[in-house]
């Protein structure tokens, strides 16, 4: 089952504007990421984010973690065509045993018109 | 260096059949995941490979599903008798240590596209 749940599922902009998607979670957990996905394929990794920071920036990403509201946004400044892709949210949970499987959010499509 | 691979890329198969997905995780790698996509379950969990602890199972949907990885390296995922429901993309995933407590960058292959008839 999932753990998380994103909004919006789908979301488009255009070139240039900035493009905001949101990831709640249920349990605790040590370490959310954000991955992006095109066509349906192989997953790339974004940011990592731990439990006990609140905000990470990487380029023209920027993440914060909120761990009392169970929540998480990833923020794509100045988007760009090339940012069209579906984003997904992955949490590790805080348990000795879970090691580093990861649940994932149901995903926010965004499409990115030139 | 190479990435995580994954075969076949596509698989068509008739209902009742068995088949096999490989996956090659990145060398020196040593935590291997398997999880599938599909339209109605989104991403989901099915097994962990580290190093020679007993895998977690916790994630296969039946025991038609079952996991090996030879030598630490190499994973084959088979599903037995297969079902309308088991199509999906499965995807294959490896870290360098997959350290419990998590907190590493899982690297993706491209997936198996599974049709079943």
């Known amino acids: 089952s999932q753990q998380g749940e994103e909004d919006p599922q789908a979301l488009s902009i255009q070139e240039g504007e900035n493009a905001t998607m949101n990831c709640s979670y249920k349990t605790s957990i040590n370490n959310l990421q954000w991955y992006r996905q095109n066509s349906g394929r192989g997953l790339v990794h974004l940011i990592l984010?731990?439990?006990?920071?609140r905000e990470k920036h990487s380029g023209r990403l920027r993440v914060t973690l909120d761990t009392s509201k169970k929540s998480s946004s990833l923020l794509i400044t100045a988007s760009r065509a090339a940012d069209t892709a579906s984003y997904f949210c992955?949490?590790?949970?805080?348990?000795?045993?879970?090691?580093?499987?990861?649940?994932f959010g149901g995903g926010t499509r965004v499409l990115v018109k030139p | 260096g190479a990435g995580v691979s994954q075969s076949p890329s596509n698989k068509v198969t008739e209902k009742g059949k068995d088949v096999e997905l490989r996956c090659d995780p990145i060398?020196?790698?040593?935590?291997l995941y398997w999880y599938r996509q599909s339209l109605g379950q989104g991403l989901e969990f099915l097994i962990y490979f580290q190093g020679n602890s007993a895998p977690d199972k916790s994630g296969l949907p039946s025991d038609r599903f079952s996991a090996e990885r030879t030598g630490g390296s190499v994973s084959t995922l088979t599903i037995q008798r297969t079902q309308q429901e088991d199509s999906a993309v499965y995807l294959c995933a490896s870290s360098r240590f997959g350290l419990a407590g998590g907190g590493e960058t899982q690297y993706f292959g491209p997936g198996t596209r599974l049709l079943v008839l």
């Open positions: 992955a949490t590790d949970e805080l348990r000795k045993a879970a090691g580093n499987k990861l649940t």
């Open positions: 984010i731990r439990s006990n920071e």
């Open positions: 060398s020196g790698h040593t935590a």
